[in-house]
C-alpha cells in the first residue's frame, strides 16, 4: 500500500489551498474527493441510522394497500385448540362432504315444476312413492307422517311433463293413488296414476 | 402411423358404440331377470334406430322387475311400449312441422294408452297443428274420464284453443268443466257454461313458497 503525500492530507483536512500543490499530486485529490463524494451518495442511506430516518419519513401506506400488503405476506398462525375439538370439527367436515345433501332448497329449473304425492295409510309404518322418477325403487321419495295421522305426504321436484307412479306402502304393498284423477294400463295388469307436472312458470 | 391410428380407431368405434348399450344393460343387470334383459336390450336398440325415445322402454321394464312381474310379461309390456311411441310418433308427424320431441312422443304415448281412440286423437292433432297436441289429448281424456261425451269433449278443447288457450291452460279447461260437474250441473250444462266462459278459466293454485322450499329433487341413484 502506498503512502499518501503529507500535502494531499493537508489539502484534504481544508489546511491547504489545492492551487498551491503540483499538478500530479492536484490529480490524486480530484480522483479522492470524487470517490468520496460516490461513498456519500451510495452507502449512506445504507447505514442503521440512515434506513431508520428513512422510515421515519415514508408516508403512512393506505388501509387497503396495508389489507393487500398483509394478505401477500408470509405470516406465522397459530390456533390452540384443544384435541376433542378438532376431532369434532373433523368430524363436520366430514358429515358436510360425505352426506348427501338433501336438506337445501332446491333452485326450480324453467321446466321443472312442484309435485305433491298425498295419500291416507293409517297405520302404515312407511310409504314410498315410486315411478320413472325413482327409476322405480323405493327409499328415494319417502312420504312422511310427522303428526301421526294416517295422512303421508312428500314434495318433490320433478320435470315438466306427465309421470306414471304407484305408492309401495310398508315396502311391499303396492297401492294406486286413488286421489290421482288420471291413470293408465301400467302393461302388468294394473294401473299406474298419472301426474302431469307444469313448469314453475307455467 | 396410420397404421396405429387405423388399428386404435378398429378397437375404440366397437366400444363407443356399445357404450350406451352398455349402460342400459347395466341399468336393468341385477334388477330384471337375465333371460329378459337380452330381449329389452333388442327393442331398445331398435327403437335407437327408428330415433324413438328409449328411457319409457327402459323404465317399463325396470317398473315390471319392480313388481316381480315375470321375465315373458316384461318383455311383452316393454313390446306394446315401443309400440305405443311408434303410433305417438306417427301421429305427431302427422299433424307436420317440426320432428316431435322425446317429451312430447312420450307425452302423446300416454294419453293414447288412457284409451283416446287414434281417429280422435288425429282429429285433435290435425286440429291444433301449431301445438304440442300432448296436453290437449290429455285434456280431453280428463273429460272422458268423468263420462263427458268423446265428441263434445274435443269440440270444447279444439274451442278454448281457437278462443287462445294454449298448452296445459287447457287441461284447466277440462278440471273447469269437472268443477262443473261437482257443483251439480249435468254434463252438457257443465260444457256449455265452461264454453261460455272461454278463455276464462281459473288457474290451479301454484306452490307455496313453504311447499317450493320444502320440495327435494329424488335422486335414484343416491
Not at chain 1, 400488503?69 to 390452540?80: F, G, K, N
Not at chain 2, 357404450?19 to 341399468?27: C, H, K, L, N
Not at chain 2, 307425452?107 to 292433432?125: D, F, H, Q, T, Y
Not at chain 2, 257454461?193 to 329433487?217: F, G, H, I, Q
Amino acid at each position: 500500500m502506498s503512502k499518501l503525500d503529507p500535502r494531499i492530507h493537508e489539502v484534504l483536512d481544508g489546511d491547504l489551498p489545492p492551487e498551491r500543490l503540483p499538478p500530479e499530486l492536484r490529480a490524486v485529490v480530484l480522483r479522492l474527493e470524487r470517490a468520496a463524494g460516490l461513498l456519500r451518495a451510495g452507502l449512506a442511506p445504507a447505514s442503521v441510522a440512515g434506513r431508520v430516518l428513512a422510515a421515519l419519513h415514508r408516508p403512512e401506506p393506505s388501509r387497503g394497500r396495508r389489507v393487500l400488503q398483509w394478505l401477500t405476506e408470509r405470516h406465522v398462525i397459530t390456533i390452540a385448540m384443544r384435541p376433542v375439538w378438532s376431532l369434532a370439527l373433523a368430524a363436520v367436515l366430514a358429515a358436510v362432504v360425505l352426506v348427501p345433501d338433501h336438506g337445501s332448497a332446491p333452485l326450480l329449473g324453467a321446466q321443472e315444476g312442484i309435485a305433491r304425492f298425498v295419500g291416507h295409510f293409517p297405520g302404515a309404518r312407511s310409504v314410498d312413492v315410486v315411478g320413472p322418477f325413482t327409476d322405480w325403487h323405493t327409499g328415494v321419495v319417502p312420504l312422511r307422517d310427522d303428526d301421526n295421522d294416517g295422512v303421508w305426504s312428500a314434495v318433490v321436484v320433478l320435470p315438466a311433463g306427465t309421470h306414471e307412479y304407484m305408492f309401495v306402502v310398508d315396502g311391499e304393498r303396492w297401492v294406486v293413488d286413488p286421489l290421482a284423477g288420471r291413470y293408465v294400463s301400467d302393461g302388468f295388469g294394473r294401473q299406474n296414476a298419472l301426474l302431469i307436472v307444469r313448469p314453475v312458470g307455467r | 402411423m396410420r397404421r396405429v391410428a387405423l388399428f386404435l380407431l378398429a378397437i375404440v368405434a366397437p366400444l363407443g358404440a356399445q357404450s350406451g348399450r352398455g349402460s342400459v344393460r347395466a341399468r336393468l343387470t341385477g334388477r330384471v331377470p337375465e333371460v329378459a334383459i337380452a330381449v329389452v336390450d333388442s327393442v331398445v336398440r331398435a327403437a335407437e334406430a327408428e330415433r324413438l325415445p328409449t328411457e319409457p322402454l327402459v323404465q317399463k321394464a325396470l317398473e315390471g322387475a319392480a313388481k316381480h312381474a315375470a321375465p315373458g310379461r316384461i318383455v311383452q309390456a316393454v313390446g306394446a311400449q315401443a309400440e305405443q311411441l311408434r303410433q305417438a310418433r306417427t301421429l305427431l308427424e302427422r299433424g307436420g312441422g317440426n320432428p316431435p320431441t322425446a317429451i312430447e312422443i312420450t307425452s302423446v304415448a300416454a294419453a293414447m294408452v288412457r284409451g283416446l281412440p287414434p281417429p280422435l286423437a288425429g282429429r285433435i292433432v290435425t286440429a291444433l297443428a301449431d301445438e304440442p297436441p300432448g296436453p290437449a289429448l290429455h285434456a280431453v281424456a280428463d273429460l272422458e274420464g268423468h263420462g263427458f261425451a268423446e265428441d263434445a269433449a274435443v269440440d270444447l278443447i279444439v274451442a278454448a284453443a281457437r278462443a287462445g288457450l294454449r298448452g296445459l291452460r287447457l287441461l284447466d279447461v277440462a278440471t273447469a268443466a269437472v268443477h262443473e260437474l261437482q257443483r251439480g250441473a249435468t254434463h252438457p250444462a257443465a260444457l256449455a257454461t265452461v264454453r261460455r266462459a272461454l278463455p276464462d278459466v281459473p288457474w290451479p293454485p301454484k306452490p307455496s313458497p313453504a311447499e317450493v322450499n320444502r320440495a327435494r329433487r329424488p335422486r335414484p341413484g343416491v
